[in-house]
């Protein structure tokens, strides 16, 4: 079976402080990655994809980045945080891309101060 | 763009008794999305309840339905008879031509009471 593993389960923050947040997935290859967004109160955004190692596109600009260093591990990062990053943050993946099902990780949530 | 408009919530129903939560999208970049209903029980990662592929099809789990409806272009999320279990947040949400983005709402709470 699948398994996805989003770390850490939530963060406290400061403003200016740098940020990783993690995901892997287990029991599922060369799967599509994605990494989506919520703000307390907005809707879910969707922020980067990734299809393969190495390769992710930016779907959302919001002063973070993302990488995919290996097949089963996919990363979202800034050097500098901002308060309109706080929010809940959600990796999910798919076998396929187009409208396949995603399937989601636990979430993590950030509270930048 | 591609958008999805849902029941504001918060949603307070009792045990027993019947729910929809409507949902109606825009989908700009595609003819037929695939629609999906999601969930998030409290403490728990976001899940899939139920996706339906052709217009005019109904999908179905857990005891809730809903069905694709592309001349009013809606996908309203029903049970007849709710359980105190069933509170949580339900997202209606699209798939676009764009790799694998979903386009959500804005997530409706529900609160079943005993």
Same mark, same amino acid.
């Given at each position: 079976?699948?398994?996805?593993?989003?770390?850490?389960?939530?963060?406290?923050?400061?403003?200016?402080?740098?940020? !990783?947040?993690?995901?892997?997935?287990?029991?599922?290859? !060369?799967? %599509? +990655?994605?990494?989506?967004?919520?703000?307390?109160?907005?809707?879910?955004?969707?922020?980067?994809?990734?299809?393969?190692?190495?390769?992710?596109?930016?779907?959302? @600009? $919001? %002063?973070? !980045?993302?990488?995919?260093?290996?097949?089963?591990?996919?990363?979202?990062?800034?050097?500098? $945080?901002?308060?309109?990053?706080?929010?809940?943050? +959600?990796?999910?993946?798919? $076998?396929?891309?187009? @409208?396949?099902?995603?399937?989601?990780?636990?979430?993590?949530?950030? $509270?930048?101060? | 763009?591609?958008?999805? /408009?849902? #029941?504001?919530?918060?949603?307070?129903?009792?045990?027993?008794?019947?729910?929809?939560?409507?949902? #109606?999208? *825009?989908? #700009?970049?595609?003819?037929?999305?695939?629609?999906?209903?999601?969930?998030?029980?409290?403490?728990?990662?976001?899940?899939?309840?139920?996706?339906?592929? /052709?217009?005019?099809?109904?999908? *179905? *789990?857990?005891?809730?339905?809903? /069905?694709?409806?592309?001349? #009013?272009?809606?996908?309203?999320?029903?049970?007849?008879?709710?359980?105190?279990?069933?509170?949580?947040?339900?997202?209606?949400?699209?798939? /676009?031509?764009?790799?694998?983005?979903? &386009?959500?709402?804005?997530? &409706?709470?529900?609160?079943?009471?005993?």
């Amino acid at each position: 079976a699948q398994t996805i593993h989003q770390w850490p389960v939530a963060e406290i923050k400061a403003v200016g402080s740098p940020l !990783s947040l993690g995901c892997t997935i287990k029991g599922k290859s !060369s799967p %599509n +990655l994605y990494w989506y967004w919520q703000a307390t109160g907005g809707t879910l955004q969707q922020l980067f994809y990734s299809i393969t190692v190495g390769q992710v596109e930016s779907v959302v @600009q $919001l %002063n973070l !980045s993302a990488s995919r260093p290996k097949d089963d591990q996919f990363i979202l990062s800034t050097e500098k $945080l901002l308060l309109s990053h706080s929010g809940f943050y +959600l990796c999910a993946w798919s $076998l396929m891309g187009g @409208q396949d099902t995603q399937y989601f990780g636990p979430g993590t949530r950030l $509270l930048v101060l | 763009g591609d958008s999805v /408009t849902q #029941t504001e919530g918060p949603v307070t129903v009792s045990e027993s008794e019947s729910l929809i939560i409507n949902c #109606t999208y *825009s989908a #700009t970049s595609i003819a037929y999305p695939n629609l999906f209903w999601y969930v998030r029980y409290p403490g728990e990662g976001l899940q899939l309840l139920l996706k339906v592929i /052709t217009a005019g099809q109904k999908g *179905s *789990s857990r005891g809730f339905e809903a /069905t694709y409806n592309k001349e #009013t272009t809606s996908f309203h999320l029903q049970k007849a008879s709710v359980q105190e279990s069933d509170s949580a947040v339900y997202y209606c949400a699209l798939g /676009t031509q764009v790799v694998g983005q979903l &386009t959500f709402g804005r997530g &409706t709470r529900l609160q079943v009471y005993a």
